[in-house]
């Protein structure tokens, strides 16, 4: 018999051969969710022996990870802003850097208790907008996305957080017009931002797993910015906020497309990183 100590160096090998960034972390959280236990029992049990299809299962998503498929693939989840999200092949799996939008949105309307209407542009998983949803308990939104497929997977994030009853999913592509909506208090918008040339420098898992159609956008990864900022004067509310996450290096060159589009009170937040991650300007 193989014990679950045996298991997880095992995994722990395979996982360090294939170049795998915190091969540890990935074998425990793996285990984890190959024998369904909390990951603290994988340390804390190692004497536990396992059955033949535990050992199955665990070297099946070993596997998967050794070819570099996301962990969040292989579990079928990722937390972000403290919450469970399902992810799929479908939308981009959820980031910290992505955080820094959220944080934005409660530094600018500080007062939880308002009944905010959010737009989400490129909704992908939700994780955007929903968090917010948690955090504005009187908000309402509407994501909007052009995958079929991530529009069911935020309808199922919502479900799964309780907050269907207080937001709407939908077809849209801002490359189609103003998407026919408006008076919106927040505007969030995540568009894909990759130069085209950077594509082969991208991590393994990036590239070959992550929806490409959500990742790139022209020469500079800037045509989309181009797009989206002359609609939102139709969009928002006066008075109203949007936030864009952007690429490294891209922070100013998107805050003087908004300045151009006649709006103000523009700043630039950065990530833990201290690259500026969230252009955000008000109308």
């Known amino acids: ?3 679950t100590g045996e298991a997880f160096e095992e995994s722990v090998q395979a996982l360090s051969r294939a170049g795998v960034d915190d091969p540890r972390l990935d074998a425990r959280l793996i285990a984890a969710f190959a024998l369904n236990r909390a990951p603290e029992h994988i340390f804390g049990f190692p004497e536990v022996e396992l059955e033949a299809d535990e050992i199955r299962l ?4 070993v596997a998967r990870r050794v070819a570099r498929e996301p962990l969040a ?3 079928g989840e990722k937390e972000f802003w ?8 479908a939308t ?5 850097d992505s955080e820094t939008l959220i944080e934005a949105v409660i530094r600018t309307f500080p007062d939880k208790a308002a009944p905010v209407k959010i737009l989400d542009l490129g909704t992908g998983s939700g994780c955007l907008l929903l968090s917010l949803l948690h955090e504005y308990e009187n908000a309402r939104g509407i ?3 052009i995958s079929e497929q991530a529009l069911i997977v ?3 994030n919502a479900k799964r957080l309780e907050l269907e009853g207080r937001v709407e999913f939908v077809y849209a592509n801002w490359n189609d017009g103003a998407c026919n909506f408006a008076d919106f208090h927040i505007i969030l918008c995540n568009p894909p931002y990759i130069p085209e040339g950077d594509r082969d420098s991208l991590q393994h898992e990036v590239r070959q797993y992550e929806p490409h159609g959500a990742l790139f956008a022209g020469p500079q990864g800037l045509s989309e910015y181009s797009t989206i900022v002359p609609l939102l004067p139709d969009l928002l509310k006066e008075g109203g906020w949007v936030f864009f996450e952007v690429g490294a290096g891209q922070a100013e060159t998107v805050a003087e497309m908004l300045r151009g589009a006649g709006m103000y009170s523009i700043s630039i937040s950065p990530d833990l990183a201290g690259i500026g991650r969230c252009v955000s300007a008000k109308l």
């Open 92 to 96: 981009l799996i959820p980031r910290p």
């Open 154 to 156: 935020a309808r199922t």
């Open 73 to 75: 693939l292989i579990t």
């Open 82 to 89: 403290s919450l469970r999200f399902v992810v799929t092949s």
């Open 1 to 3: 018999m193989t014990t």
């Open 143 to 145: 994501g909007t996305d």
């Open 58 to 61: 665990l070297r099946t998503l």
